[in-house]
């Protein structure tokens, strides 16, 4: 038979140092739990600050939008002769504003927009917007982060308003009701919308540093789904200078693609695609394929936002720098004049993010991440 024999001060030391343990695990736990409980709660506040009804007088004073005139009074009544296609604006965000995206097959000289609280009645006065050019297609005049960095895609034939705050309008919702009129005074059927003024941040699942592990895109028929260092292609068909073709492949592979979200709203995005492409110009002038490596940095910081009633997730990006092969440019934006680099659903399951763009009938991209 074995005879245990236990030393009582190392049996007590342990003993000490598992208690100490035990304690400095519990107080950790507690620690996490409080900064949770916390975030949730300011969540909580921030979704019950959007619930707020704004002054429709203090909204529209608080407007900053080119070339507008603030006019006493009501707008003229409406006469339906000129079109307006259904605009959808849910969202705005604070110190910021939002974009209305105006599409008519008509030839429109500007538009009178009314504001009001949730139950339409109006302010006291409302706004008159003449537009400066017409209605035209737009193309990204840069490579962004987000879709097909090969893309010549452009929007359909619309113009863009662009709706200013000032610091003075607070989170909230408010409606508006918006007409647009052309040079012979025929004015639209008005339309209505509301619009919920988002504060920075919201969802604090989104927090965190994300990480693509899956890139899915559909365009033209083709179907791509890939990880990082993985390449996918799509086929071209180049007309040579002597009449001529040449089937060729224009080729990327993700080298990262990390994407932080801090819980005071704010980002940072910083992206590397390798791309192996034709030369254009050396492939169509010998009707022979000529193959070039390149590469596209880019980083992007701003703000976010996480709209809860439709799991949208939009970024406003306040600065930029970009690297293609060795040409460079980089940029800021004041208050107030950010550029929405997205604004799509997302869905967030636990370490898993999921961004869908789907804007154009043939072209759907998926981008999975983790953190």
């Known amino acids: 038979m074995t005879t245990l024999k236990l030393n009582f001060r190392t049996t007590a030391s342990v003993l000490f140092l598992s208690i100490l343990f035990i ?5 950790g736990g507690d620690d996490d739990g409080d900064i949770q409980e916390e975030e949730q709660q300011m969540e909580e506040e921030a979704q019950q600050e959007e619930q707020t009804v704004l002054n429709p007088n203090e909204v529209i004073n608080g407007l900053i939008i080119e070339n507008s005139t603030l006019i006493n009074g009501n707008a003229p009544q409406a006469n339906g002769v000129v079109s307006l296609n259904p605009v959808n604006t849910s969202t705005a965000l604070q110190n910021e504003g939002f974009e209305i995206e105006l599409n008519s097959l008509d030839d429109i000289s500007g538009v009178y927009l009314i504001i009001e609280n949730t139950d339409g009645q109006p302010a006291d006065s409302y706004l008159d917007i003449p537009l400066s050019q017409p209605f035209t297609s737009e193309t990204n005049p840069k490579k962004g982060i987000f879709g097909r960095q090969n893309s010549n895609s452009q929007r359909p034939l619309s113009t863009l308003l662009n709706i200013g705050f000032d610091a003075s309008i607070p989170v909230g919702i408010f ?11 025929n004015i639209s059927l008005p339309q209505q919308v509301c619009v919920t003024v988002q504060s920075w941040g919201g969802n604090i699942n989104a ?8 890139y899915q895109e559909n365009y033209d028929g083709m179907n791509v789904d890939v990880g990082l260092n993985q390449q996918y292609c799509f086929p071209e068909t180049l007309f040579c200078n002597n009449g001529g073709t040449v089937n060729t492949e224009y080729c990327s592979t993700w080298d990262y693609f990390n994407f932080d979200m801090s819980a005071d709203g704010t980002y940072s995005i ?5 791309d192996t492409d034709p030369d254009y110009e050396q492939t169509t002038s010998t009707c022979t394929e000529v193959i070039v490596s390149g590469y596209y940095e880019y980083t992007s910081t701003g703000q976010w936002a996480f709209n809860d009633s439709d799991n949208r997730l939009v970024l406003v990006e306040y600065g930029f720098e970009y690297d293609e092969n060795g040409e ?5 934006y004041g208050t107030g004049n950010g550029e929405v680099v997205f604004d799509d659903p997302v869905n967030i399951n636990g370490n898993n993010m999921i961004l869908t763009i789907d804007d154009f009938d043939d072209e759907l991209i998926i981008y999975t991440f983790e953190k």
Not at 23 to 27: G, N, P, Q, V
Not at 270 to 274: F, M, Y
């Open 175 to 185: 409606c508006y009701s918006i007409c647009v009129y052309d040079s012979n005074g």
């Open 23 to 27: 304690f400095a695990t519990a107080c």
């Open 270 to 274: 910083s992206i590397r695609e390798l």
């Open 207 to 214: 927090a965190g540093n994300w990480q693509l592990t899956r």
């Open 328 to 332: 460079t440019d980089s940029g800021t």
